[in-house]
């Protein structure tokens, strides 16, 4: 049973880091793709960053060169270091992974589709709170 558990948020001041952390069990964790999410009241939940297998990494555009996904398979473990922190960062971040799969010889999970929220993810963790506030 795949499971997930997200570790590392907090409070943050404008301008400042923290890292997430995501550990995984349950499964080969070298196999699958990982995406973080995140989901602020009263918005819709948004792709931040995500990995994959071969370590390819996607970035939602806001976070461009602030934030870095990055994957520890012998630790079984998912970052997401956040930098340069905005009061917009605040959210409930969560973590999601998903075997990878092909489809025509081609990754499932790709540029194209880690964000949509019409691909399905095989698990997902209860998230950590990060807010970002002076």
């Known amino acids: 049973q795949v499971q997930l558990v997200e570790s590392g948020g907090g409070l943050a001041q404008p301008g400042g880091s923290l890292r997430l952390s995501c550990t995984g069990s349950?499964?080969?964790?070298?196999?699958?793709?990982f995406t973080w999410f995140r989901q602020a009241p009263g918005k819709e939940r948004e792709g931040v960053a995500c990995?994959?297998?071969?370590?390819?990494?996607y970035y939602e555009d806001s976070v461009k060169g602030r934030f870095t996904i990055s994957r520890d398979n012998r630790r079984k473990i998912v970052y997401l270091q956040m930098n340069g922190l905005k009061p917009d960062d605040t959210a409930l971040y969560f973590c999601?992974?998903?075997?990878?799969?092909?489809?025509?010889?081609?990754?499932?999970?790709?540029?194209?589709?880690?964000?949509?929220?019409?691909?399905?993810?095989?698990?997902w963790g209860q998230g950590t709170q990060v807010t970002v506030s002076s």
């Open positions: 999601a992974a998903d075997r990878v799969k092909y489809t025509y010889g081609s990754p499932t999970l790709n540029e194209a589709t880690w964000s949509s929220p019409n691909y399905e993810y095989e698990a």
């Open positions: 349950g499964f080969t964790f070298e196999y699958y793709a």
């Open positions: 990995i994959t297998n071969n370590h390819e990494t």
